[in-house]
């Protein structure tokens, strides 16, 4: 992917803007913008080497890390390159894993990685969630 695709040159932090792609048809939400999940849907059928799902946008910030430190992390951990849509889809973003070179190419193999990067990716989700969600229940509103 040429660097000008991407907001930072060396790093994969964040996909070009993502459509459905040519050929590829895809319902609309309200509107008439593609919903995230007709986006996912259309991209698992035409690309079955990658793995899409989609995460809070409020989660964002702590996948990428500091710097896009969790991300070469979990680059390096997996073998797997991860892309966050820029694209906010009712406060959600789409996460795109496909294969990375240090990933063999027999299919078990690349679906055991792409699996386990989506699994730790959601375990850095959920515990941002649930700090999120620690730090408002100390609210408290005066009456």
Do not use: W
């Not at 966050?84 to 959600?92: A, L, R, T, V």
């Amino acid at each position: 992917m040429p660097n000008t695709a991407m907001s930072r040159s060396n790093d994969s932090f964040y996909a070009p803007s993502i459509t459905a792609g040519p050929g590829l048809q895809s319902p609309r939400g309200n509107g008439g913008r593609p919903t995230i999940e007709s986006i996912i849907d259309a991209r698992r059928a035409s690309n079955p080497n990658e793995l899409c799902f989609s995460i809070p946008k409020v989660a964002v910030g702590a996948v990428i890390g500091k710097g896009g430190q969790n991300l070469r992390e979990l680059q390096a951990q997996y073998g797997i390159r991860v892309y966050i849509e820029k694209e906010d889809f009712n406060g959600k973003r789409m996460v795109v894993l496909s294969s990375g070179s240090d990933v063999p190419n027999d299919p078990i193999s690349l679906e055991r990685a792409l699996n386990d990067c989506r699994d730790h990716i959601e375990s850095i989700v959920d515990e941002q969630l649930k700090l999120k969600n620690d730090s408002n229940s100390d609210i408290v509103i005066p009456e």
